[in-house]
């Protein structure tokens, strides 16, 4: 059952990949700075790969099977982009590469900036940030340097519906400005009222996500901007829905004034187990001098026509500053270049066509058995509540653990907050309606064992390499190594 | 091209369940003035022509497969036994989700668990975390904790000099609305000097082995000073050297952060990268960023778990000390594999290499006349020379000759004008390392410099 640590595996003096020798002479080591051991593992180069095949079986992924997890956008991982990202031009290319030698990365980031930008209606992007959450951090720095540099000092506040995403107010801590959350209405929209009472000159912004973390699209999104507007604060779309969002609207003509792009959701690369993700930013003219850098620009145009420009890296004026070394997470913009370029403009609108057909459908499916608190046509993903009336024993995180006995990977559970025991399904556009019709009867399924037999779920799961978790035990114990330290260490640790 | 399975028929179905008529019909909640525009962007391709137009930019790069690279300053050019991408393009893998449900991702935990072990031998603390962005942004949550320590009471934040630029300039972006004093960078402070900024209001002083221009210290003396002064103090360092030197544990660090880029992931221009975050025990609880524990699952069965949840943003929202969600889960794998096929041994081994090539590489430039080696300090794979002509004329010469030279200094650090940070590693051979040598001395001796 369970695999044993690689160091459980290892044997004094077996070696795996060996070097080779030195060319040069030996030059002496200062003995004073060198370390008395080292505790790394000792196995064959075949027992390490047998150790990580194993352990890759113990995972759900796309390639293996439905990923319905709502906001998270698990679609297909195209191969293609996987071996492009590995061209030896891109990935044996030292980041501080001269741009005169690295014009052919320059060139591709120009175009993506270019792309991000059209795609959502925004005049610049930066493509720097690592991740969703550092998207969301360099959109409210920027927010703040915008107020800051028209000297209006008073805006501290910054409006975040209480659907949100955990990481939105956190992003409003770290900048260090205060969060008013907003109510949502019986709609499952924001509470347009609470919108308005809220506006003052104090109010630094909004953070939306759109269409909502509920799965539907706001249907008075330009008077909750308008409304910002008009006290004078600025208003940033989290963009991790924007699969629902391709070729239907532009944030940026809605009167959005920055937003960050999940390129690891919306553009298909993978997500790796938990990263490596990008978290690109759009911004308006308003915020083009604050964008995060560096970003890349046109140094010279082309001196005859059908002639590549000359691309440079250029820290944007009053840049808020690096987020990170170099210039952003490289592999992931090969990737989502791939991606793009694969579909063109017409294709990346089918995109969210389909991922909004394969939700509403799954969701007409279902929704005589499970009850959706927002009973609406949706967008890329919908919300449904996971318990049944006179079944108390049964709950959401109940169902999800016996869809885990089905092959299938649990919907998000108990997100968003505002919904009780909350099933955030979100299909995406790359599931064939065979697969689409499978789930769907197991859900129906689960729903009829809930009645029956409702330690099935309770119990759940059943088949999985291991059962349910002891987490407190996880938390108590906290044995985060599969050693503990060596007495050499603690021996010799200073104080 | 298109990755939508759809056929005609299927819409039709679908659309008739959901009682709509068409796709468009699903979208009438977008204010209709905005619904629909045109994406102005190229038409789309297939798998071929894609595949072409990629390699015709990688194409346009100059790098370490076609040119000798004695370039580092923060990314390294170190081999990557095979067997790491294989791991990595396992589907399960890298088409998997954040570990949120244990039972189905027991692969993705139990890699992680090894990665934070391997992390904590390596740089001789109690513990690690699932990782950072990357290095930088390591240091950067770093400084969090030092302020969440003293309850934000403390406000001075001690960065010193060797610190990569590029991390010192986060900490900065981070932490620019926070009211914090971060000093100690501006000059190349003795260990005296630097160690008299330490007061009672400093919250945390971060130093670097090795530096960013190559050298290493024992930071002993130092900890004393900073723990009795009551704050933490973070150690920056380089994974390959900890292969070989004392680690920043051995020396009293509270924290240890760093790029962990050299444990089997590729330059890629930057990124992705993987930021490795280690601690004592006292601090684990107080530490941003995903942590697997191992637990039992109920059939007493040994598992792993995200553990330590409610300190992270999902849970605590505008109460979490930092908004960080993902780690760099597939660049974390990466490294766990790299220093199980490397092994204690193999990590020892290309340690040593790069050890022994730059210090060949840096004996025979100093032979030469008209350069300088800084020898000052102990150094690993990364050392400073001063050139008689500009950088820059040095670099295009060896670029001639199908040699990537070192970084100008001098753009970052003005003191440093005509000094170069060169970086040798187990991929240089020493026919490479001869030819750079033999054209640094052309190139000074065609300037008409003598020593």
Redesign the interface.
Known sequence: ???L???EK?VSG???????A??????E??E????SA??????S?LQ??R???N??????????GF?P?GS?T?????K?N?????????????????DS?????L??MHTLQE?LA??A?FTGSSLVP?????G??AGI?MI?AYHQSRNDTKRTKILVPNSA???N?????????Q?VELPSDENGDVNLEAVRAACDDTVAGMMVTMPSTLG????H??EVINAVHACGGLMYMDGANMNAL?????PG??GFDVMHYNLHKTFST????????CGAVGVNNKLVPFL?GPIVVIQEKPARKGEPPLYALEMPPQS?????????????H?RA??Y????????????S??A???A??V???LRDTYHMPYDR?CAHEFVMEGHFEGVDSVHALDI??RL?DYGI??PTNY?PLIVPEALLIEPT?????DTLDNFIEVMLTIAKEAKENPTLLTEA?HV????????V???K???????P??QW?LD???? | ??????TDV??Q???A????TT?E???????SR????????????S?ME??A??????????????FA?F?G???Y?H?I?S?V???L???????????Y????????L??I??Y???I???T?????N??H?????SLAEAVIVGLEASRHARKKIVLSYGI?P??R??V???H???GLDIVGDDADHSAEDFANLIDEDTAMVAVATPDYFGR?A?F?EL??RV?AAGALLVIVTNPMA??????P????ADIVVG?GQPLGI????????VGFFATK?GL?RRISG??????????G???Y?M???PR?????????T??????????A?AA??Y????????????A??C???A??AA?QIDHLNSYTVDQSQ?FFHEFVIQCPVPVAQI?AAL?EAGI?GG?DLGADYPALKNHMLLCVT?MN??DE?DTLVSILNEVSEKAGVTA
């Open positions: 059952m369970t695999e640590t690689i160091y290892s077996r070696v795996g990949v060996v070097m080779p030195t060319d040069v002479p030996l030059s080591l200062p004073d700075l060198l370390r080292l505790d790394l593992p000792e196995v180069e390490a790969v150790h990580f095949v352990l890759s079986t113990k995972n759900h992924a796309i390639d293996k990923y997890l998270c698990m679609k297909y991982n195209p293609i996987e071996d492009v990202a590995r061209l030896p031009g891109f990935a044996h290319l030292h980041p501080l590469t001269d030698a690295s014009q052919g990365a060139g591709l792309w059209e795609i209606g690592a991740a969703g959450a550092q969301e951090l720095l703040r995403h955990g990481t107010p956190a992003t409003v801590s770290m900048a260090g400005l969060v539907v699209f706001d249907t999104i330009v391709l070729g239907i609207v532009k003509e809605l993978p997500h790796g187990g938990g990263g490596p993700g995060p808020i500053g690096r987020l990170k070394a170099f210039h952003g997470n490289f592999g992931m090969v270049y791939a793009i370029r694969t579909y063109g403009g017409t294709g990346l609108r089918e995109v066509r389909h909004v057909l394969n509403n459908y969701r007409s499916r046509i999800s653990k885990m990977h649990p997100f556009e790359t599931e064939d309606k799961p999985t390499p291991v059962a349910r978790l002891d987490e035990r996880a938390a114990q906290l044995v985060l190594c599969c050693r330290l060596p260490a010799q640790a200073g104080d | 091209m298109s990755y939508i399975p759809h299927e819409r179905q679908m659309l369940a959901i009682g709509v796709i019909d699903l979208f009438e909640a977008v204010p905005y619904r629909f525009p045109k994406l102005d962007l190229p038409d789309g391709a798998e894609v595949a137009e990629l390699q015709s930019f990688a194409e346009a790069n100059d790098h370490a497969g076609d690279l370039r300053a923060g990314a050019h081999y036994p067997a991408n294989h791991i393009l396992r589907g399960e893998f890298y088409t998997a989700y954040t570990p449900q244990p039972e189905m991702s027991q692969g993705t139990q890699a668990f090894e934070q072990t391997m904590a031998q390596l001789g603390m109690d513990g690690a699932a990782s962005y990357d290095g930088a942004t990569h590029h991390y300039a986060v900065r972006t981070y620019q609305w926070a290493m024992d002993r900890a004393k723990h900890l292969a070989l030197f004392k680690s544990g051995e020396m009293g790029e590729p330059l890629s221009y930057g990124g992705p990268y025990m684990m995903r942590i697997v524990g191992e637990t039992l699952d109920k059939n069965v040994k598992a778990v553990t330590l949840r992270e943003q999902d849970i605590r929202r505008e109460r979490a930092s908004n960080i969600c993902t780690n760099q889960g597939l660049m794998l766990t594999v220093l199980s096929l490397m092994g204690k041994n193999g990590m020892k081994r290309a040593e290499l050890y022994h090539k210090h060949y004996a102990p670099n670029y990537i970084i187990e051979s020493k390392i």
